[in-house]
């Protein structure tokens, strides 16, 4: 599933318009990356926590 897909059946489920999906969809993943950022784990109910990858918690790659 790509943006364009995950937009168009958030546009549906919450009865709005594509664009705003697309801002709903925006925001969401900008709120996550504020997170990791940061160091911190995202928890979203139902999706469980979302630890953010080490490279962006301040960690080394492999």
């Known amino acids: 599933m790509n943006k364009t897909d995950l937009t168009r059946r958030l546009a ?9 999906a ?6 969401a993943v900008l709120s996550i990356l504020k ?3 940061h160091g911190q784990p995202v928890a979203w109910p139902g999706l469980g926590v979302i630890k953010p990858p080490k490279v962006l918690a301040g960690g080394h790659p492999k």
């Open 12 to 20: 549906r489920v919450t009865r709005s318009s594509r664009a705003e």
């Open 35 to 37: 997170q990791w950022k």
């Open 22 to 27: 697309a801002d709903y969809l925006d925001h």
